[in-house]
Nanobody, 122 residues
Framework: QVQLVESGGGLVQAGGSLRLSCAAS????????MGWFRQAPGKEREFVAA???????TYRDSVKGRFTISRDNGKNTVYLQMNSLKPEDTADYYC????????????????WGQGTQVTVSS
């Protein structure tokens, strides 16, 4: 069992930056692929980024060059550095974990955090 707790959300102006963190419990964190997803009001949850146990990264096109996912296996933590934020990035952001490689499908992730809210004002 893996428990995930996100932090770092908040209100920021367009063009600003935030860093989200996701702390994971469990002794096998390093063997999981970790992902970030987001869900805006009235919309479906969508893939943002993922990082494999080996460090391979995958991003949705709209965040490439602006967001960076990273992990610190010694701290059981995955991060999402978000730069050049836009109002359309406003959403609840969720951390997720799965065994196996990075995928973009929400239903293929086994564990989820409760989410952290990000609001980008124009």
């Amino acid at each position: 069992q893996v428990q995930l707790v996100e932090s770092g959300g908040g209100l920021v102006q367009a063009g600003g930056s935030l860093r989200l963190s996701c702390a994971a419990s469990g002794r096998t964190f390093s063997s999981y692929t970790m992902g970030w997803f987001r869900q805006a009001p009235g919309k479906e949850r969508e893939f943002v980024a993922a990082i494999s146990w080996g460090g391979g990264r995958t991003y949705r096109d709209s965040v490439k060059g602006r967001f960076t996912i990273s992990r610190d296996n010694g701290k059981n933590t995955v991060y999402l550095q978000m730069n050049s934020l836009k109002p359309e990035d406003t959403a609840d952001y969720y951390c997720a974990a799965r065994r196996g490689g990075p995928v973009v499908t929400t239903t293929l992730y086994d564990y989820w955090g409760q989410g952290t809210q990000v609001t980008v004002s124009s």
